[in-house]
């Protein structure tokens, strides 16, 4: 059973770096999918921040390039986010997430983490 | 970027009633599209993908329609437990989601 947990440090300062790991159980990321964080400010919609496979390769969301970097760790089953510079506005629920496929970069997802909060504050 | 449009963003029915939200992408983006159900607190749920086809575990009185530009969830009979936000989703190009459509009690 695919389980995946989101953890972090849930304040940072502004201009400082958010970080946020997300441990998967029950699936070796080795085994493929492209692995997925998405956010959602509080009473707001779905954002997609970016995707990575087991070989590292990383898709942005444009809007957040130039301060995201998304990394992945097989030999401990885990990703990660790192978001630059952030602002209030980057206060949001993040999730992981594992999209349907298994080969796509784009896809549906299907598999969720339960979402941690983080809030940008001085 | 490919925006998507979802109409109406809150809408009051009763249990029983045949619900339809629309989503409109900017652009064509095939059949890469997706639905979801979220409840507060809660990570979204998938429903829908490939703008037609129903997720595994869920009721048959959801379903999905449209291709190109113009997308429908249809409910066919509102339950409970149906009382939530719904989101599309559009994976053909990069991904983005809709604005959300909140289905409240009447």
């Known amino acids: 059973q695919l389980q995946l947990q989101e953890s972090g440090p849930g304040l940072v300062k502004p201009s400082e770096t958010l970080s946020l790991t997300c441990a998967v159980s029950g699936y070796s990321i080795s085994s493929g999918y492209y692995w997925v964080w998405i956010r959602q400010p509080p009473g707001k919609g779905l954002e997609w921040i970016g995707s990575v496979y087991r070989s590292g390769s990383a898709y942005y969301n444009p809007s957040l390039r130039s301060r995201l970097t998304i990394s992945v760790d097989t030999s401990n089953n885990q990703f990660s986010l790192k978001l630059s510079s952030v602002t209030a506005a980057d206060t949001a629920v993040y999730y992981c997430?594992?999209?349907?496929?298994?080969?796509?970069?784009?896809?549906?997802?299907?598999?969720w983490g339960q979402g941690t909060m983080v809030t940008v504050s001085s | 970027d490919i925006q998507m449009t979802q109409s109406p963003s809150t809408l009051s029915a009763s249990v029983g009633d045949r619900v339809t939200i629309t989503c409109r992408a900017s652009q064509r983006i095939s059949s890469g599209l997706a639905w979801y159900q979220q409840k507060p607190g809660k990570a979204p749920n998938l429903l829908i993908y490939k703008a037609s086809i129903l997720q595994s575990g869920v009721p048959s009185r959801f379903s999905g329609s449209g291709s190109g530009t113009e997308f429908t969830l249809t409910i066919s009979s509102l339950q409970p437990d149906d009382f939530a936000t719904y989101y599309c989703q559009q994976y053909n190009s990069y991904s983005t989601f809709g604005q959300g459509t909140k289905v409240e009690i009447k």
């Open positions: 997430a594992r999209p349907i496929g298994p080969a796509a970069i784009y896809d549906a997802f299907d598999m």
